[in-house]
């Protein structure tokens, strides 16, 4: 039971309270009581809560009815609530309150140096006003201001522990002192409808990110000196003058594509440390209004709605490194960004035509990056678009959209390629002799590696074939400096002479669906010591390690069926084969060894299917047949009738065809000298 008991009057209004000190310290509140009278609990140290029932019908709280009770923790109000008056609850001991549905109106200081205060719910869409000094020195941390409150007065989070506030679109003013001692108050959101707040709103705040319409405010009396940051709504049209005036610590604004009117004049003067500008409309800008700005260095925009002049006007930008043309841009005009020192630009995918001297003598741009994705779209580039740009180094592109070469600047410079996203194929000789490329980024969207795509990269010393890629083309990466390559196990072609001439290659490792291993594939790899061909391959063509000087060792799978012409010449490293005939014919091709003078007759190992005791010599040759059963045993064999000068050879008469893949026909065995 409460140690609480009532006095009420006729209109059911308490107007006292006795404490019989025996009891439970909540005081629940009668269902039929309307009102509480001033001051009944007013310095009551032992309540510590209130309860109004589910069927309560109090009315309003009366001036300082609850002030100072500071063992008061909680609330409970009942939904026929309208009003909480003058000081209410002021420097009582309340953690959190929820203001009901009904409430219309809460007087000023309300809840004021309640510090123990740190969180209010608003229910009602009826309140308007959040009144002078409601919540001064309390311990809020947070707060939802409702989409109902117009009007927000002074002192009303005076010294408030707040970190960040949102000001809804209703609110029109803000008074004095609102948010003055906030001193953890480091965001702020004005609201589309606040046209003015008073001197010293949010003095000394140290406020650094700010989001506001600038077409019907301006930044006040905000340190300025301190923002950082700068939203712009929306739903703003225009900037007013001298809006962002002495923003010194300012380094990024963003003007939206609603912003189609003005810029101002000065709207942006001081603004010593802007560093990057996206402007996403095209307004007018005055000629002033980024007067004495010195330190952008990144600059985006629409290039059919503004002309870059328009900035440059009482601007310079002799800091400018980078350049991002925004979607929607269809033309870059002549001498737009003539003798800038520009380090990067990105062209949209909108872009239609590049003029000529559009970027003229940008003597440090390093990097270019194309975005147009779309086989068949148009990019004209206009002669000398790109004259004086010899330092361009890095290259991001489509080539199936885009060809390098056609670009007009000096292939010859660059050193990184990146494929952008959704390139699917890399086309023929797209970036053949590009002698100074270094590194090559290709996307898992890629799935085909054309005909001689990376001919005489001479500087190419390592790529990584992306795991979409199905099929690379002959010649590709003919006479590169790649020193190890990965071939993904997807893909199931590689084309003939694809790593020719690449004579610091060491390692490869295959993918286990190739087949074919192409003519002259490895051609003259000099520095291959070893390689594992897959089981998958049944067909060595000729050449196919021709002039391997450094190749140590080689097993030809049991699935092979041909070694062909000269496949293994000149393999003057060779010292160990081993040939699996366990599952087929495999037919030796006329001199597929031929050259490889390191070889012995021990240096050859024959697998055959158990049951075999010796090869086959018929007059059409040497066959090594297929098993009668899978069970494998090794077996050596004298075989220095197959070697002149320590060079073991297989010839292939010339007088007869191949015949289907697997078919041995009119094979004959003779010396180096016959």
Do not use: W
Not at 217 to 227: A, H, P, R
Not at 249 to 258: D, G, K, Q, R
Not at 345 to 366: E, H, Q, R, Y
Not at 567 to 572: A, L, N, V
């Amino acid at each position: 039971m409460s140690r609480f008991s009532y006095i009420i009057d006729v209109s059911n209004v308490i107007t006292g309270v006795i404490d019989s000190g025996v009891g439970s310290t909540i005081a629940t509140i009668p269902n039929y009581v309307v009102g509480i009278a001033i001051d009944v609990f007013r310095n009551n140290t032992v309540i510590t809560e209130l309860v109004c029932p589910v069927d309560s019908v109090l009315n309003y709280l009366s001036e300082t009815s609850f002030a100072f009770c500071s063992n008061l923790t909680s609330v409970t109000l009942g939904t026929t609530l309208k009003s909480i008056g003058l000081s209410c609850f002021y420097g009582s001991g309340l953690k959190s309150i929820t203001i009901p549905s009904g409430v219309t109106s809460i007087t000023g200081s309300a809840f004021n140096l309640c510090r123990n205060l740190t969180s209010v719910t608003f229910n009602t869409t009826l309140l308007t006003t959040l009144s002078n000094g409601l919540f001064r020195q309390s311990g809020l941390q947070s707060i939802i201001i409702p989409d109902s409150i117009t009007n927000i007065e002074g002192d009303c989070f005076y010294e408030c522990p707040l970190t960040t506030i949102i000001i809804p679109n209703a609110v029109t003013s803000i008074g004095t002192n609102a948010f003055i001692g906030c001193t953890s108050l480091t965001s702020v959101t004005l609201g589309d409808s606040l046209t003015s707040y008073e001197t010293a709103s949010f003095g000394s705040s140290p406020i650094t990110n700010v989001t506001l319409n600038p077409t019907i405010i301006t930044l006040g009396q905000f340190n300025k000196s301190i923002i950082t940051s700068i939203t712009i709504r929306d739903t703003s049209t225009a900037i007013s003058a001298n809006c962002f005036q002495n923003c010194s610590s300012l380094t990024t604004i963003t003007i939206p594509v609603s912003v189609t009117s003005t810029i101002g004049s000065n709207a942006f003067i001081g603004c010593t440390s802007l560093s990057s500008l996206i402007l996403y409309g095209g307004p007018t800008i005055d000629i002033n209004a980024f007067n004495g700005v010195t330190s952008i260095r990144q600059l985006s925009y629409n290039s059919s709605l503004i002309d870059i002049a328009n900035i440059l006007i009482n601007t310079s930008l002799l800091l400018l490194t980078s350049i991002i043309l925004l979607e929607g841009s269809t033309v870059i005009p002549t001498n737009a960004f003539l003798n800038l020192t520009i380090t990067s630009c990105s062209i949209p995918s909108s872009i239609t035509l590049i003029n000529t001297d559009a970027f003229k003598n940008c003597a440090n741009m390093t990097s270019l990056v194309f975005n147009q994705n779309v086989i068949g779209s148009s990019l004209t580039v206009n002669t000398g678009a790109f004259n004086g740009c010899n330092a361009i180094v890095n290259l991001s592109l489509n080539p199936a959209v885009i060809n390098a070469r056609d670009l007009k600047i000096p292939i010859a410079n660059i050193q990184t390629i990146n494929l952008i996203q959704n390139t699917t194929y890399i086309p023929d000789n797209s970036f053949k002799n590009f002698t100074a490329l270094v590194t090559v980024s290709i996307p898992n969207t890629v799935t085909s590696i054309n005909n001689e795509c990376f001919y005489n990269c001479t500087s190419l010393s390592s790529i990584t074939v992306a795991n979409s890629v199905a099929s690379i083309g002959s010649n590709c990466f003919y006479n590169c400096s790649l020193i190890s390559i990965t071939i993904p196990n997807s893909v199931t072609s590689i084309g003939g002479s694809c790593f020719s001439s690449c004579t610091s290659l060491t390692t490869v490792i295959l993918s286990n669906l190739i087949t074919i291993i192409r003519v002259g594939v490895f051609d003259s790899c000099t520095s291959l010591t070893t390689i594992a061909i897959p089981n998958s391959v049944i067909l060595i063509q000729d050449g196919a390690f021709y002039g391997c000087t450094s190749l140590k060792s080689i097993t030809i799978p049991s699935a092979v069926t041909l070694v062909g012409f000269y496949s293994f010449g000149d393999c003057t490293g060779l010292t160990s084969v081993t040939l699996n005939c366990v599952g087929t014919s495999t037919v030796l091709d006329t001199d597929s060894f031929i050259g490889t003078t390191s070889m012995t007759p021990s240096s050859v190992r024959i697998l055959l299917a158990k049951g075999y005791t010796e090869l086959q010599l018929t007059t059409a040759g040497f066959i090594i047949p297929p098993p009668p059963t899978p069970s494998p045993e090794t077996f050596s064999f004298p075989m220095k009738s197959l070697y002149t000068n320590n060079a073991m050879i297989f010839y292939k008469s010339h007088s007869q065809s191949y015949g289907s893949i697997g078919t041995v026909r009119n094979y004959r065995h003779k010396s180096k000298n016959t």
